[in-house]
């Protein structure tokens, strides 16, 4: 492989334009702004669009924990059922690149609101302090996030992150350690894939054995690395990979859009997975961010996204075996026919959109 190109993510260059293009267009109209009250701003916005749980039936923990072996501290936020009957599963989440534990909250707290527990795991290495500073610096900091090594870290932030919440007390008691699920975002969902059993010839493997099954929203290809097939055979948990007609990442040289993502599910060597691909639709109307892919149909992406997520992990773990169907038949008029180009020939399961 290319040294100019190091493993996996500078596969994120193109989510890191368009959001680099957001960013720095919201914090030049803000200067004096905070980050506590962009956040808050955005949260009411999300609110006044999306139904979100009342504050009295979920509860938030955040913490601050040190990765003192990799001198690395791994911010989490936990969102949880309040007042749930029993140890409930846990969901990772892993944000893409200028993201942060605060992120995908229109997600997390569904999650919280229907019986799970959503740990936020922010990589410090390509987090949102990435917009921080000088802005002509901000293509070098953007290419110093999307490094072999920080595609690594990544992935070992999760399971830090994870080996911390089961031995923090207050935590272990009420998530169920045998449900454990990874769901990630543009530079999150290769970095779920990796920690789910995506495994690069010469690389690290990076698998968690503790994590039963894998979410991948607009995860990019590996570039450099040719056919994605050796790459995502490994990964055996169920699955279930997300995309949109117009979920591009736009960058000379790093251009990946809907095919390659379907080419990424078609790869992975799960027996249980599934394909859902929106029509119209952006790479980042999948965050928090309100408007991308056009104001309308970025809400009702967003409601179907969670649902979503919801019914696919029901599914697995509290006998609903047809709730992702049932979704399908909710959210037909969403969905592209491009999908069924995802259909796996070596596996005997319908996919959706079928």
């Not at 109209?29 to 669009?49: I, K, N």
């Not at 139904?51 to 501290?73: F, G, K, S, V, Y």
């Not at 830090?160 to 449900?179: G, K, M």
């Not at 037909?332 to 026919?337: G, Q, R, T, V």
């Amino acid at each position: 492989m290319p040294r100019s190109r190091p493993i996996l993510l500078t596969v994120l260059l193109g989510a890191l334009t368009s959001f680099a293009l957001f960013g720095c267009a919201s914090r030049a109209a803000e200067p004096t702004t905070s980050d506590a009250e962009r956040l808050a701003a955005r949260q009411a916005q999300l609110a006044a669009v999306l139904p979100m749980p009342a504050a009295e039936h979920i509860e938030t923990i955040d913490r601050e924990w040190l990765d003192a072996q990799r001198e690395r501290t791994v911010p989490v936020r936990l969102v949880l059922p309040r007042g749930a009957e029993g140890p409930v599963p846990l969901v990772l989440v892993s944000h893409g690149i200028g993201g942060s534990r605060m992120g995908y909250s229109y997600l997390g707290r569904h999650l919280a609101a229907h019986g799970y527990a959503a740990l936020h795991v922010q990589h410090v290495g390509s987090d949102n302090r990435l917009w921080r500073g000088n802005p002509f610096d901000l293509l070098s900091r953007l290419n110093g996030a999307a490094t072999e090594a920080e595609a690594i870290a990544r992935a070992q932030d999760l399971r830090f992150a994870l080996d911390r919440a089961l031995a923090d007390a207050t935590i272990a008691a009420r998530v169920d350690p045998a449900r454990i699920a990874a769901v990630g975002h543009s530079y999150g969902g290769n970095t779920v894939l990796l920690a789910t059993g995506a495994r690069v010839p010469g690389k690290p493997v990076l698998v968690d054995e503790r994590l039963k099954a894998v979410v991948a929203i607009s995860a990019p290809p590996f570039h450099g690395l040719g056919d994605p097939g050796p790459i995502l055979a490994p990964v055996r948990v169920p699955a279930l990979h997300i995309t949109a007609e117009d979920d591009d990442i736009r960058i000379p040289g790093y251009y990946s859009g809907v095919q390659e993502r379907v080419a990424l599910f078609r790869a992975t060597g799960s027996e249980h997975k599934r394909l859902v691909v929106f029509r119209d639709g952006s790479h980042s109307m999948f965050t928090d961010r309100l408007g991308t892919g056009g104001g309308e149909h970025n809400v009702a992406v967003k409601l179907a996204t969670r649902e979503l997520v919801v019914d696919f992990l029901d599914g697995l773990w509290r006998e609903r075996a047809d709730a992702v169907d049932g979704w399908h038949q909710r959210h037909a008029a969403l969905l592209s026919p491009l999908q069924a180009q995802g259909e796996p020939t070596h596996v005997v399961q319908r996919t959706i959109g079928r």
